[in-house]
């Protein structure tokens, strides 16, 4: 046991001399952490690879806030929805009130006016009136009544009557682009869609077919039909099922890919189809679409 004692028994000066070298050890550790930490070691301020990453960096970051910005396009306000309403800063009230008032068939034709129907702040109305897209006819009223303060309350009625003033024909089949785009909720781009497929159809002869327009919302196709009627139906030219090819034939409206192949299987068992009424016999035939198919197809 005294063997062992004699490895751990220190006199005063000994421990002494083991304080003061723990104490330097921990002046030192500090003197080396710090430095670590010091901005001596940092990149320079010039430095041109992080002044091009800094760059990148805040150019990201201006593109997402921009992106998260709200998008206002020309609307008219008579239109406005709960989402759209919310999406521009109105309130719950705000938005009942502009509901209220379209619910006695009545249209709002000034930015004033709206703000009177809505009491929207005057903060809110310079926001997003300048957005505000109202019928020419309006805005030429508008115009000519500037400065008078006993504007007329158009009814529905009235709004219909006045707008067809300003079209070309009510003829959905001879409709122009801008015919189209006088309906609030088409822009260009959904005018030129609606004439696209109108082509690729050879005409509307139903009048539902608008609804099969690509990204058009049917209350926008409603308010179509309140301007434009089918008049004159398309003359189509019908070609007969029993001689096209396979990519002539998947190029006929209403007609895909697994359809065409369902026909060509269909034709290699009968050989010829006698009738064009046959088409319902094949297997998982889309009846749904058989009356839009015969405006195509004949058999002969």
Aim: proline share 3%; net charge positive; with cysteine.
């Amino acid at each position: 046991m005294k063997i062992f004692s004699s490895h751990f028994w220190y006199n005063k000066s000994q421990r002494n001399g083991i304080f003061l070298l723990g104490f330097f050890i921990i002046i030192l550790q500090v003197i080396i952490l710090s430095d670590i930490l010091s901005t001596d070691d940092k990149i320079p301020e010039n430095n041109l690879e992080l002044l091009a990453f800094q760059r990148q960096i805040d150019s990201i970051r201006l593109i997402e806030i921009e992106n998260n910005k709200l998008k206002i396009f020309p609307f008219n306000p008579n239109y406005i929805t709960d989402f759209k309403g919310e999406q521009l800063g109105m309130s719950l009230e705000e938005i009942d009130k502009l509901f209220d008032y379209r619910k006695t068939g009545k249209f709002i034709n000034s930015k004033q006016e709206f703000q009177k129907i809505t009491k929207v702040s005057d903060s809110l109305l310079a926001k997003i009136s300048p957005y505000f897209k109202f019928p020419d006819w309006v805005e030429k009223r508008n115009q000519q009544e500037k400065g008078n303060s006993t504007l007329k309350n158009y009814t529905t009625y009235d709004y219909v009557k006045i707008s067809k003033k300003e079209l070309s024909t009510f003829d959905l089949n001879k409709a122009t682009a801008k015919d189209l785009e006088f309906i609030n909720g088409i822009g260009e781009k959904t005018a030129e869609r609606i004439i696209q497929y109108r082509s690729k159809l050879q005409g509307f002869t139903y009048q539902d077919q608008l609804y099969e327009v690509w990204g058009l919302k049917k209350e926008i196709a409603d308010k179509v039909f309140e301007f434009f009627k089918i008049n004159e139906k398309p003359i189509i030219k019908k070609e007969n099922v029993n001689i096209l090819t396979f990519k002539q034939l998947l190029k006929i409206p209403y007609v895909d890919y697994e359809l065409c192949k369902k026909i060509f299987n269909y034709k290699d068992e009968v050989a010829e189809i006698q009738d064009i009424s046959e088409l319902k016999k094949i297997k998982d035939f889309p009846t749904e679409i058989y009356n839009r198919l015969v405006l195509y197809l004949q058999a002969e």
